[in-house]
């Protein structure tokens, strides 16, 4: 584990109910706390009350919901936390359950809840510290799904970036690459619907941004293959309609070179992030 990585202590606080109890400390144990670069030498050797106090030291935080492939530690996502790390941000990933090392399975309400509880973990440590909600690809589908469900609890989330999203499953589904060369098939398309519909599985971000009031910040690749760009601005545009603040939108576009999951590799990407939540947190 690097010097200034910690995974999350489970103890504060479970709620009463052994089976909720279970849950919610096989979701803080599974909690990557990542502290920003500037702060990597004080880090060495220390335990994870540490760490939690970390969280009060003023420099903003980013709690990281990953796609559908792999878990929290795939490459390319750890390129992502060094890059955030490097810009001066802590950032807390999880796997959620069913993925990584987290037991249960996955399921979008289960999905949501996971979110829900690191982001209210985290709120509940951070003092007046903004916490930024980061989703990318399925994990935009959980964080706009988490926001809906604490702008309802009179919470507002402080910021929500999406990297990379789609309208909804359905939309997301239908333009996957492979799933393309099996539309023709008849039945193909039905079969799909009804797995959705049976497993209830919508992640209806589309509908989501509908009720958010948070800053929100959209960034998509122009040759993202895999969740195509249409996507990301089609997002934008009900979300731009839907917000009575309209400056809280914004949408930025990378170019040809960084796909679907290499926008990190991106020079703007940090200057982007952080010149957006400045503005929106001043």
């Given at each position: 584990m690097d010097s200034q990585d910690c995974e999350a202590d489970a103890a504060p606080g479970p709620p009463a109910c052994d089976f909720v109890a279970t849950w919610w400390n096989m979701v803080l144990r599974n909690l990557r706390h990542t502290v920003p670069s500037c702060r990597g030498e004080d880090a060495k050797g220390k335990d994870c009350c540490w760490y939690e106090a970390a969280l009060h030291d003023g420099n903003p935080i980013i709690v990281y919901l990953h796609g559908s492939a792999e878990h929290r530690a795939a490459p390319h996502r750890l390129e992502l936390v060094k890059v955030l790390s490097d810009g001066g941000f802590h950032v807390l990933s999880v796997d959620?359950?069913?993925?990584?090392?987290?037991?249960?399975?996955?399921?979008?309400?289960?999905?949501?809840?996971?979110?829900?509880?690191?982001?209210?973990?985290?709120?509940?440590?951070?003092?007046?510290?903004?916490?930024?909600?980061?989703?990318?690809?399925?994990?935009?589908?959980?964080?706009?799904?988490?926001?809906?469900?604490?702008?309802?609890?009179?919470?507002?989330?402080?910021?929500?970036?999406?990297?990379?999203?789609?309208?909804?499953?359905?939309?997301?589904?239908?333009?996957?690459?492979?799933?393309?060369?099996?539309?023709?098939?008849?039945?193909?398309?039905?079969?799909?619907?009804?797995?959705?519909?049976?497993?209830?599985?919508?992640?209806?971000?589309?509908?989501?941004?509908?009720?958010?009031?948070?800053?929100?910040?959209?960034?998509?690749?122009?040759?993202?293959?895999?969740?195509?760009?249409?996507?990301?601005?089609k997002l934008y545009e009900i979300a731009l309609d839907a917000y009575r603040h309209k400056e809280r939108v914004k949408m930025v576009i990378?170019?040809?070179?960084?796909?679907?999951?290499?926008?990190?590799?991106?020079?703007?990407?940090?200057?982007?992030?952080?010149?957006?939540?400045?503005e929106q947190w001043a």
């Open positions: 959620y359950r069913g993925f990584g090392d987290s037991t249960g399975k996955p399921t979008e309400e289960g999905l949501t809840a996971d979110a829900i509880c690191v982001y209210e973990w985290t709120k509940a440590r951070c003092g007046a510290t903004p916490v930024c909600l980061w989703g990318h690809s399925l994990g935009t589908g959980v964080a706009t799904n988490a926001a809906k469900v604490l702008e309802e609890k009179g919470c507002p989330v402080d910021a929500i970036v999406l990297e990379a999203p789609f309208t909804n499953i359905w939309d997301a589904s239908i333009n996957y690459p492979l799933l393309k060369i099996y539309q023709k098939l008849p039945g193909c398309v039905q079969v799909l619907m009804d797995a959705l519909r049976k497993d209830r599985i919508v992640f209806p971000s589309d509908e989501n941004v509908k009720f958010l009031s948070s800053p929100l910040l959209i960034l998509h690749g122009e040759d993202d293959r895999t969740v195509p760009l249409e996507c990301g601005k990378f170019p040809p070179g960084f796909h679907h999951n290499f926008l990190y590799k991106s020079p703007i990407l940090l200057k982007t992030v952080r010149d957006f939540l400045s």
